[in-house]
């Protein structure tokens, strides 16, 4: 099994940044594709950004290219997502996902472990 813990939400004004985190732990000694999602109250999940196994490659949702970032440390079992420029649009819960493969998907479907989630709030 493998755990994800979110952290790093927040409440900030339209303009601001944040940094997520996600530790995993568990069956961590293998490392695998991961990404972050989020999800907005009264709306489907939606994709956000992704990244490989090794952090080779990324993919991010047209709403948030530019803006934000996402990294790994595997030595660390942890996943980032650095949003700047931060909308009030960008308000939801995020959560951060771990495939069961290398490569970087954007189906939430295609992600076997989910975290908690963590709030973030973004004030105009």
């Known amino acids: 099994q493998v755990q994800l813990v979110e952290s790093g939400g927040g409440l900030v004004q339209a303009g601001g940044s944040l940094k997520l985190s996600c530790a995993a732990s568990g069956r961590t000694r293998v490392s695998y594709a991961m990404g972050w999602f989020r999800q907005a109250p009264g709306k489907d999940r939606e994709f956000v950004a992704a990244?490989?196994?090794?952090?080779?490659?990324?993919t991010y949702a047209d709403s948030v290219k530019g803006r934000f970032t996402i990294s790994r440390d595997n030595a660390q079992n942890s996943l980032y997502l650095q949003m700047n420029s931060l909308k009030p649009e960008d308000t939801a819960v995020y959560y951060c996902?771990?495939?069961?493969?290398?490569?970087?998907?954007?189906?939430?479907?295609?992600?076997?472990?989910w975290g908690q989630g963590t709030q973030v709030t973004v004030s105009s």
């Open positions: 996902g771990r495939r069961s493969a290398v490569n970087i998907a954007t189906a939430y479907w295609a992600y076997d472990y």
């Open positions: 990244i490989s196994w090794n952090g080779a490659d990324t």
